[in-house]
């Protein structure tokens, strides 16, 4: 769809022009006397250059410009596309190799207008950037504005533009459409660019390549020296490459080189790490992250080098990628990155509503990201700009964005990978004006981005385009400071219960968003508006299925149940008309529905009370404890989980799980109760692999007790380990002061608060050996409150983990380990552990 304006929305550049007394007029009334010349060797994307300089010409003027070559000695005046030996013969200088493959210069001679740059793309992106001044914008795939000017005149041109980036990708999939990108000038790898447009940057593979350099499965049985050393023992499950081993590098150096071979388009190939933690811990691992200050990237980083020299003296044209993501953020004190090296630093754990150089939350990753500046003029930054859990959910992130494309910038990247929804079909919450927004930043960092969202507001939504700009205003005010907001953060994965989304928010943008689809003018308008509404309907319906404990069930409350097993059909419904495939990072909604099934079901409830607790626990959820109740202080010390969480209800609270060990997901159990009374429950379970489990739980005035034990029924030996986790919750949002003590194994007195300002705001911490609590930790708030103690036998618990977050709420997971022990028929392995209430 194009949407025609009149000409007075032009008026100040058709003022400039006429005021020029040396400018050009190339179209008077609908008629020319221009000849569009391109050489007879002109590349694919001169060519389209061209053509496309001609459509949008003809669509605005009515005059149809020819297109011959230079060859053809056509007469003037003329409009150069790209460089020829017309251009020669005009005399015009310029430094061309300056330019790159993608700058351009806008030049004007006598009667002639040059546009010309690189072959490769330049003299193209030159084309679009001279529409762009006319006044055409492309603002989606389907919708853009392109003015009615039956006169074209233009000023005196003499400059030369180059972006911002050298490389650019809005990872949506509204993005991915190969005229929006090519005419908003973007060339990531995942783009539907080709040749017609000068191709893009090629990766190969994209990313988390460790596994694919050294599959496991070919490698790991007779050469497990390969892979990490994790608590003592090499991994292949949720594990990384050992990389201080001579051979891994021998052999990843053979695949890449092998992958260059067979894959020649692509410019550049990753080898980076898996996305998941589990580095080599080995000796030589260790030794090299001390030299490196103690950095994880230390090891990566040196192996990285080592194989991009290699690299190197065969394809000196190549570029190897990695990451400083999760674990490797950190830079190393002394390693560099060579020349051939791009490294893309991950800010994964930021806050996406402030501008990263105001709030406290991301302190610690400009920290990293100067540190990495200092380090490398290479850098490339994988942003995120979605929640990835949900992404129809209202995201206001527009005003970090505006604020820190150009932060990047300023500290030396030279590529940004602007991460979304890029599912099939799409639907992320506001990507298409997203995706405008960063492709038009990407491209020059002095853009006046809000003038670019207003734009797009306007030419997309027509007579609603006051309601949405006032709706993204009122989203955004939830998360500006003070004065000019309430100042809630926002993080990447969250659920539906999140601070910002307050109830008075929702009440007013669904007001807002319902009067913009009564003042649309037209279908295809409002259903554009509707789209806008999905995250509204999305947010309400998932926090209608919250579960509440009722008449000994743990259930959705019945009306809740009666009106979504109405409405959650018709919202798929209207979801798939818009061509939407997933509404969660990859998971379809086919998920949805499986899971929205197990949300129908109600529950059994026991509960265990005395004077001190009451416990509520639910046998059909893995026979999780959902309430842990201090009565005299009315709190329950358990995290709430999340309707928006993945598997609800069957998540978080207080629970033991079984594992093939410390890196692999746990085994299902069908837990029955064997017998119940007021303050003890027992139960069996049993897993499909021949495991059986006992597990007890009672209580004992502040106490609740709890003994589980694995036997092997089965007849082959298994290798087991039980986990024991509590989540614990405390203090409000705005008050991140979680805190944990003990005394470690070595005999160190640990009193920690866990979120400083200016460090990371969430974390996984493996305690092992002397940094595993001697037989005790607590969980609690600086503010005071109820304190968690967890203690255990140290003869049983090999390994602790402190899982929190301080991202949207306020969590600490008491993680407990068993050795990994390998059973055999009748051997069993138990887990005693007790959580109390101070």
Known sequence: MTVGIRCAFLLPLAATALAAPAGLTLIEKGRSPYTIVVAQDASPSERRGAQELQRFLEEMSGARLPIVTDQARPRGPWILVGRSRALDRLGVRANWDALGPEGFLLRTAGRNLIIA??????????????????????????????????????????????????????????????????????????????????????YYPFVHTFYELLPPEKYFRDHPEYYSLIAGKRRAERGQLCLTNPDVLRLATETVLRWIREHPEATIFSVSQNDWTGWCECDNCRRVEEEEG?????????????????????????????????????????????????????????????????????AYFMRRLKAWSQIT???????????????????????????????YHRHGVVGLFMEGDYAPGGGGEMAELRSYVMARLMWDVKTDARQAMQEFIEGVYGR????????????????????????????????PTAPYLEADFLQRARELLTRAEQEAEN??????????????????????????????????????????????????REVRSFGIQQLHEGRGLEYDEKEFERRLRRYGVFTLENETLRVAVVPGLNGRIVQLVHKPSGTDVLRRPDPGDAGYPNVSGL?????????????????????????????????????????????????????????NEGSAPVQVALQSRADYAAGPVTDPRLAVSYRSRDGRAVNRTLFEPGEETRRGEPLDGGACPDSAWRAFHRAGGPVLLNRFPNSQVQRAVLDWTVQGENRIGLVLWTPERTLKPREGLRLEAVYAVE
Request: glycine letters at 6%; charged letters at 25%; one cysteine or more.
């Open 523 to 572: 279908d295809a308008v409002r259903r554009r508006v509707r789209k806008v509404r999905l995250s509204i309907d999305y947010v309400e319906l998932l926090r209608s299925m919250a579960f509440e404990i009722r008449d000994g069930w743990y259930q959705m409350p019945p009306a809740a149940r009666t009106e979504v097993t109405s409405r959650f059909p018709e919202f798929l």
């Open 117 to 202: 740059g690189g072959r490769q793309r330049g003299t193209m992106y030159g084309v679009y950037v001279f529409l762009e001044r006319l006044g055409c914008r492309w603002f989606t795939a389907e919708v853009s504005r392109i003015p009615k000017l039956p006169t074209v005149r233009i000023p005196p041109l003499n400059e030369i533009g180059k972006p911002s980036f050298e490389y650019r990708e809005p990872f949506f999939y509204e993005a991915f459409d190969k005229d929006w990108a090519a005419r908003n000038r973007m060339n990531g790898h995942f783009l539907k660019l080709d040749e017609s447009t000068g191709g893009k940057v090629q």
């Open 655 to 711: 629970f033991v799980s079984v594992h093939p060990d410390y890196q692999a997901r746990a085994w299902d159990v069908d837990w029955q109760v064997w017998n119940a009374a007021p303050d003890r429950l027992e139960m069996g379970g049993a897993c499909a692999n021949g495991l059986k489990l006992v597990r007890l739980i009672s209580l004992s005035g502040g106490e609740v007790r709890t003994q589980t034990e694995v036997v």
């Open 377 to 407: 003029n290479q850098l490339y930054i994988w942003h995120y700009n979605t929640n990835f859990a949900h992404y129809l959910m209202p995201f206001p992130d527009f005003d970090e964005l505006i604020a820190d494309i150009p932060m």
């Open 294 to 362: 103690g950095a994880h990237s230390g090891p990566v980083l040196r192996f990285v080098n080592a194989l991009a020299a290699e690299v190197e003296k065969h394809y000196p044209d190549k570029l190897i990628d990695t990451l400083a993501y999760w674990y490797t953020e950190e830079p190393p004190a002394r390693v560099r990155p060579r020349r051939n090296v791009r490294v893309r630093l991950c800010p994964i754990r930021a806050c996406e509503a402030h501008p990263y150089e105001s709030c406290d939350r991301n």
């Open 464 to 495: 609603a385009a006051p309601r949405i700009a006032e709706y993204l205003e009122l989203l955004h005010r939830q998360v500006r400071f003070p004065p000019q907001g309430r100042g809630h953060h926002l993080w990447i994965f969250q659920g």
